[in-house]
């Protein structure tokens, strides 16, 4: 079964091709955050014109690169949320646009279990049940993962994302959009434990996660150090705060994948690609006998291989929209 796969959530336009949900026989993508990073984030009007402009053309790359003719495209699949809303829109008009035109069905996909599937099309032998840690710029959360499309939320963060925390300490340390690989590059050879950072926990739920201390905690330290005039270790700030970003995620994963009676751990989303917290994973899950699965740093980010890839199940699973499919800026997973 060949699906046509459209991700337009946040500032990414991909177009995928995927066989049966495993094979991958194109994966187009478009980033803007070269024109983003002059303004230090995503600005939505940009993404979502820019959206307009490439989504077009990178749907003929796709299927070019695929080998295969619009009549051979067996279903449709799209991001239908959560995300920017207008740049999801794009994405939504665009798919319901192919998939009436070519009489084929529509198969609306959730952005985070996408992200969860990349690891189906790196690992072939993965299955259900697992645990998965998806951290991204807009979400951290963990996820029982019960079977393809039937899935729960056991924690997740009260307000800021990891990778906003990422995002906006690097902008104050005057690092470049997306911030996560330039702290990651600027942290090597700094000391983690020199700035002592804050650790969450949350009343309520203990698996739940809050980045939003941390974040103001970071920055302002930068600000003290710049009004005083005081020297700062940019590096060991950038190693501090993976650590304590790290220092949230990593423990609560272990205690819901006991909680929940999971021997699999499977890391998601863009975060996922951060080497402290690939290597803390690494080591607790050697520590309690878990089986560990890391998507490789390319099916990280955002991409159409991810949705292509979920929408197989979904479409196993009976998940079809019509013409009157929306874009949702929120969505449950």
């Known amino acids: 079964m060949n699906i046509l796969a459209f991700e337009s959530s946040c500032d990414e336009t991909a177009v995928a091709v995927v066989r049966d949900g495993r094979h991958v026989l194109s994966d187009a993508i478009l980033s803007q955050a070269d024109m983003h990073s002059i303004y230090g984030g995503v600005v939505p009007e940009i993404a979502s014109r820019k959206h307009i402009e490439s989504i077009a053309g990178l749907t003929d790359k796709a299927l070019s690169a695929a080998g295969i003719s619009k009549g051979e495209v067996d279903a449709v699949a799209v991001t239908y949320g959560p995300g920017l809303i207008g740049a999801l829109l794009v994405g939504v008009n665009f798919a319901k646009s192919a998939a009436y035109a070519l009489g084929r069905p529509l198969i609306p996909v959730h952005h985070l279990r996408g992200h969860i599937a990349a690891n189906y099309i790196a690992f072939p032998e993965l299955e259900p049940p697992f645990l998965a840690l998806c951290i991204s710029g807009g979400n951290s959360m963990l996820v029982d993962v019960r079977g393809y499309t039937d899935m729960s939320i056991l924690g997740a963060t009260r307000d800021d994302a990891a990778g906003e925390c990422f995002d906006k300490i690097a902008r104050v340390l005057g690092l470049p959009y997306p911030g996560g690989l330039p702290m ?5 050879g700094g000391d983690s434990t020199k700035y002592p950072l804050p650790r969450a926990k949350v009343a309520g739920n203990d698996l739940d996660m809050s980045f939003s201390g941390l974040k103001t905690a970071a920055v302002n330290l930068v600000h003290n150090a710049q009004q005083k005039g005081e020297p700062l270790d940019r590096a060991s700030l950038a190693a501090s705060v993976a650590a304590a970003i790290s220092d949230e995620l990593v423990p609560r994963a272990m205690e819901a994948a006991r909680r929940c009676g999971h021997h699999t751990l499977v ?16 080591q607790a899950c050697r520590e309690q006998g878990l089986r560990l699965y890391l998507p490789p740093l390319r099916l990280c980010g955002d991409n159409g291989a991810m949705i292509g890839s979920q929408a197989y199940y ?20």
């Open 184 to 188: 990651q590059e600027l942290a090597e």
């Open 267 to 282: 890391a998601a989303g863009g975060v996922a690609a951060n080497k402290r917290i690939r290597g803390d994973l690494e």
């Open 314 to 333: 979904e479409y196993l699973a009976g998940a079809r929209a019509d013409m009157s499919l929306n874009a949702y800026a929120n969505l449950e997973i």
